[in-house]
T-cell receptor, first 111, second 113 residues
């Protein structure tokens, strides 16, 4: 049972480059989330998907887009990376009003 | 505006003592409150969930209290061990609106042997 799997684990981008962070869960959860974590800031919600076919903005959505490809997969895209997007990104999934399961994170550096 | 506050300063305690971490919130009406543990370089791991109509929840050496009048949760680790050293995050689960957990910034606990 893999839980929540994120790829890649590490990435370095140049300013202006684009990339997609992948996330997949095998627990049949309806809800999936993307958070970013910066020192002293805690986890901040970027986008979430309450169910397959729906996505909603979180606290810090600017500069990002998401796709809920199917029930298992929820991807996060940076169209034109900026140094301010240097962060650790976590994907999570859960049924409503229960515990969240997190991936191992993607450490992204934009130079 | 909505705010969740956890003590940003690290908490240092001796092995065997009880660690108490605080989570305060404003402008929220959470239906549930959750606590997570996060180790360096890893994703958060769920520990406990408490509902708004519950005062206290226990799991082994862990205890959580939830006071919706004070808008505060306390997280206790009894008989602490060096292996308990980590960052602990509280998260609020709203009753309505955005159906996503909102996290505090976490408190780092260091248990000295």
């Amino acid at each position: 049972n893999a839980g929540v799997t994120q790829t890649p684990k590490f990435q370095v981008l140049k300013t202006g480059q684009s990339m997609t962070l992948q996330c997949a869960q095998d627990m049949n959860h309806n809800s999936m989330y993307w958070y970013r974590q910066d020192p002293g800031m805690g986890l901040r919600l970027i986008y979430y998907s309450a169910s397959e076919g729906t996505t909603d903005k979180g606290e810090v959505p600017n500069g990002y887009n998401v796709s809920r490809l199917n029930k298992r997969e929820f991807s996060l895209r940076l169209e034109s990376a900026a140094p301010s997007q240097t962060s650790v990104y976590f994907c999570a999934s859960r049924p409503l009003h229960t515990e969240a399961f997190f991936g191992q994170g993607t450490r992204l550096t934009v130079v | 505006s909505q705010k969740i506050e956890q003590n940003s300063e690290a908490l240092n305690i001796q092995e065997g003592k009880t660690a108490t971490l605080t989570c305060n919130y404003t402008n929220y009406s959470p239906a549930y409150l959750q606590w997570y543990r996060q180790d360096p370089g890893r994703g958060p791991v769920f520990l406990l969930l408490i509902r708004e109509n519950e005062k206290e929840k226990r799991k082994e050496r862990l205890k959580v209290t939830f006071d919706t009048t004070l808008k505060q949760s306390l997280f206790h680790i009894t008989a602490s061990q060096p292996a308990d050293s980590a960052t602990y995050l509280c998260a609020l689960d709203p009753r309505t609106g955005r159906r996503a957990l909102t996290f505090g910034s976490g408190t780092r606990l260091q248990v000295q042997p």
